[in-house]
């Protein structure tokens, strides 16, 4: 089983930047995927970004071109750097982890089996 703990969540306002971390532990050679998914109040949860093995990396169309996902193997960590940030991107973020994906689920939260605790980002106008 895998552990995951996410950091740096804050607030900013629009046009800013803000880098979030999702630090793994545990059991971390059975993940496949790591993504990176937000939850506003009274919204599903959805798919931000995603890296897979070998280093493929997945967007929501929602943030290409601002978001970019990537990780340091060394130190079990994905990053998520968010840039030009909007007040539709106020949110919790979560981390989670997964075993296999195919290439069409590895946003949907649903294929995802270790999650972490969530950390809150806020984009103020």
């Known amino acids: 089983q895998v552990q995951l703990v996410e950091s740096g969540g804050g607030s900013v306002q629009s046009g800013g930047s803000l880098r979030l971390s999702c630090a793994a532990s545990g059991d971390t050679s059975s993940r496949n995927c790591v993504g990176w998914f937000r939850q506003a109040p009274e919204k599903e949860r959805e798919g931000v970004a995603a890296?897979?093995?070998?280093?493929?990396?997945y967007y929501a169309d929602s943030v290409k071109g601002r978001f970019s996902i990537s990780q340091d193997s060394a130190k079990n960590t994905v990053y998520l750097q968010m840039n030009t940030l909007k007040p539709e991107d106020t949110a919790m973020y979560y981390c989670a982890a997964s075993g296999p994906i195919a290439t069409d689920f590895v946003l949907s939260p649903y294929k995802y089996n270790a999650w972490g605790q969530g950390t809150q980002v806020t984009v103020s106008s």
């Open positions: 890296i897979c093995r070998r280093g493929y990396t």
